[in-house]
C-alpha cells in the first residue's frame, strides 16, 4: 500500500514548526540606518513617521538604546546644511565634518558597535547626485577619485566598514587601494553592488534633502527591469575587493537578493528602503495590517531570500519584538 504523503505532519505544534524552521531572524543580521544633522535638536521626520533625524547627542543615545536591544551594526546617513555645499561636493572631504565626528564619537562610546559609513557625494553636492556633474553629465572617473578621499576621511575617524552606494564603475577597486595605501587594511567595504533606480527611495531623499536638483540617477544606478545585470556588477566588485555586497530595495527584488546569494560566497546584504518601510507604517496605521506581524514576515522574507544582513528602519523595534519573542 502506498503511504499517503503528510507535509502537516511536521507543523502541528510550535516546537515541532520550531525544530524544521529553515530561515532564523535575529537582531544580530539588522542594521540599523540613523539620520544625522548638526543641530542640537533631534527632528522627528515627518516623511518617515517613527524615524528620526538625530542630533549628535541624540545619535549616541539612541545608537547605545539599539545596542542594548542587540544591534551590533549602524549605518549613517548625514543631512548637510545647503551652505556647506558645493558643486564639488569639498564638504565630503572634511575631517572635521559631521560624519568623521559622529564616527569618532560612537566608537569612543560603544567601541564594539560597528559603525559604517555611506560613501557617496549627493548629500554634500550642491546638484543632488552621487557623483560629480560636469556639463550636465555625471562624470564617472573624477567622482571615484574624490569618493576615495571620501573613504580615507571615514577610515580615519574609525569607521569599521565603507559602503560606496554611488554606483560608478571601478569605485570598489580604487577605494580598496586607495585603503590599503593608507594602512587601512582592516577596513572593509561594503558595496551596493546592485542598486537599482528605484521609486521607493522618495522618504529618503526628503530626509537628506539630497534629491536631484536636475535630471535623475537613471545613467548609473541600475535598471529595475534588470536581473542579470546584477550578476555583472557582482562579479566586478568580488574581483575588486569588496567585503560584502548589497541589493537595494529589497522587497520588491527578492528575486535579485536570490539570485546574488547563488552566485557569491560573499556575505549579502539586502536595503529594506524608505517606501517600503513607509508602505508598511500606513497600512498598520489603518489597522487593515497587523505591524509587528507583516515587519517581522517581511525580514524574514528578506532573510529567506538570501540576505545576511538586512539595513531596516524598523531595526531597533524589530529587535524589540525579536527579543519578546524568546
Given at each position: 500500500m502506498e503511504l499517503p504523503i503528510r507535509p502537516r505532519r511536521n507543523r502541528r505544534s510550535a516546537a515541532i514548526r520550531g525544530l524544521v524552521r529553515q530561515t532564523r531572524l535575529s537582531t544580530e543580521q539588522l542594521i540599523y540606518p540613523m539620520f544625522v544633522h548638526d543641530d542640537v535638536k533631534d527632528h522627528?521626520?515627518?516623511?518617515?513617521?517613527?524615524?528620526?533625524?538625530?542630533?549628535?547627542?541624540?545619535?549616541?543615545?539612541?545608537?547605545?538604546?539599539?545596542?542594548k536591544l542587540g544591534i551590533g551594526a549602524v549605518v549613517l546617513f548625514p543631512k548637510?546644511?545647503?551652505?556647506?555645499?558645493?558643486?564639488?561636493?569639498?564638504e565630503a572631504l572634511n575631517p572635521e565634518g559631521l560624519v568623521p565626528n559622529c564616527v569618532r564619537a560612537l566608537k569612543r562610546a560603544l567601541p564594539e558597535l560597528c559603525v559604517i559609513t555611506d560613501v557617496a557625494l549627493d548629500p554634500y553636492n550642491s546638484d543632488g547626485h552621487d557623483g560629480l556633474v560636469r556639463n550636465g553629465q555625471v562624470v564617472n572617473d573624477?567622482?571615484?577619485?574624490?569618493?576615495?578621499?571620501?573613504?580615507?576621511?571615514?577610515?580615519?575617524?574609525?569607521a569599521d566598514i565603507?559602503?560606496?552606494?554611488?554606483?560608478?564603475?571601478?569605485?570598489?577597486?580604487?577605494?580598496?587601494?586607495?585603503?590599503?595605501?593608507?594602512?587601512?587594511?582592516?577596513?572593509?567595504?561594503?558595496?551596493?553592488?546592485?542598486?537599482?533606480?528605484?521609486?521607493?527611495y522618495g522618504p529618503f531623499r526628503g530626509a537628506l534633502d539630497s534629491a536631484p536638483r536636475d535630471g535623475d540617477k537613471k545613467t548609473y544606478q541600475m535598471d529595475p527591469a534588470n536581473s542579470?545585470?546584477?550578476?555583472v556588477e557582482l562579479a566586478l566588485d568580488e574581483a575588486e575587493g569588496a567585503d560584502m555586497v548589497m541589493v537595494k530595495p529589497a522587497g520588491p527584488y527578492l528575486d535579485v537578493v536570490a539570485a546574488v546569494r547563488a552566485a557569491t560566497r560573499l556575505p549579502v546584504a539586502?536595503?529594506?528602503?524608505?517606501?517600503?518601510?513607509?508602505?508598511?507604517?500606513?497600512?498598520?496605521?489603518?489597522?487593515?495590517?497587523?505591524?509587528?506581524?507583516?515587519?517581522?514576515?517581511?525580514?524574514?522574507g528578506i532573510a529567506r531570500a538570501g540576505a545576511d544582513m538586512i539595513l531596516t528602519y524598523y531595526a531597533p523595534v524589530a529587535a524589540q519584538w525579536l527579543h519578546e519573542k524568546t
Open positions: 522627528p521626520l515627518e516623511s518617515l513617521p517613527g524615524v528620526t533625524r538625530w542630533s549628535p547627542d541624540g545619535l549616541l543615545r539612541e545608537a547605545e538604546r539599539a545596542h548637510i546644511p545647503d551652505r556647506s555645499k558645493n558643486p564639488d561636493a569639498d573624477d567622482t571615484v577619485a574624490v569618493l576615495c578621499r571620501q573613504a580615507l576621511v571615514h577610515a580615519a575617524a574609525g565603507v559602503a560606496p552606494s554611488d554606483m560608478m564603475d571601478g569605485r570598489v577597486g580604487e577605494i580598496r587601494n586607495a585603503l590599503e595605501a593608507a594602512d587601512h587594511d582592516q577596513v572593509g567595504i561594503l558595496s551596493y553592488s546592485a542598486k537599482y533606480a528605484s521609486a521607493f542579470r545585470e546584477a550578476l539586502a536595503y529594506q528602503v524608505s517606501g517600503e518601510y513607509l508602505m508598511l507604517k500606513a497600512a498598520a496605521k489603518t489597522g487593515w495590517l497587523d505591524e509587528r506581524a507583516t515587519v517581522l514576515e517581511s525580514l524574514l
